[in-house]
């Protein structure tokens, strides 16, 4: 496929972006995007598409590219550009550029210079297609992997989560059983404490009889 002609694209570019720059050598490159630091801030809210120079100066090549013989729509549309600055209404210049463009040995069915029209329409929505295909893969590719990453963060926070509250109402019930061991520990060291003393005094007063009986025993039988 022969090189796109340089002056044509620009010509094309001026017909849908005024003050087109001036066809120059090889663009710049652009400068390489750093990575975003840690803990930047959130992206700011996303802004409306905006014509851009790049996007123009690569659909301007891609019409160059399929650029039909002969005069056609192009044709019509430069007539059509170079009245504008003519005090004509739009009526008037739409005539007038039409019949410059007859004159440059163009159609003079109307529907044909449509139909051309509507081939770089059909240039350009074959274009978008491939280009919004090619978003997508990248998309998938670039965006995939951080999904994931937080497809399985948000499920390992419901997991943990779930654990958390497990775990609190171990400690809720593991706090009421302590509040009633407590309770128990007190209740049963009473108890036993009852009982020896209860075992201590029985104990006392068995024993003070026997030595009473001795002491007796003593006093009357020796």
Do not use: C
């Amino acid at each position: 496929m022969p090189e796109p002609d340089n002056s044509l694209g620009h010509k094309i570019l001026g017909f849908f972006i005024k003050d087109a720059p001036t066809p120059a050598g090889a663009p710049a490159a652009a400068p390489a995007a750093g990575s975003p630091a840690a803990g930047s801030p959130a992206p700011a809210p996303r802004q409306p598409g905006a014509v851009d120079l790049r996007f123009s100066e690569h659909l301007a090549d891609v019409l160059v590219k399929h650029n039909l013989p002969g005069p056609d729509y192009f044709e019509f549309r430069d007539a059509l550009r170079g009245l504008s600055s003519l005090d004509l209404s739009e009526h008037k210049q739409f005539q007038a550029a039409w019949a410059s463009f007859k004159a440059l040995g163009g159609s003079a069915d109307v529907n044909q210079l449509v139909s051309t029209a509507n081939q770089y329409l059909d240039v350009l929505n074959d274009d978008r297609a491939g280009f919004t295909k090619s978003v997508d893969a990248t998309i998938a590719e670039r965006v995939g992997g951080l999904q994931q990453e937080q497809q399985q963060r948000q499920a390992d926070n419901e997991a943990l989560t779930r654990q958390l509250a497990e775990i609190q109402q171990k400690i809720e019930a593991n706090t009421a059983r302590l509040a009633s061991i407590s309770g128990e520990i007190d209740l049963q060291t009473d108890k036993l404490s009852q009982s020896r003393r209860n075992y201590e005094a029985t104990h006392e007063h068995f024993t003070k009889q026997i030595q009473d009986d001795i002491a007796r025993i003593r006093q009357h039988l020796t």
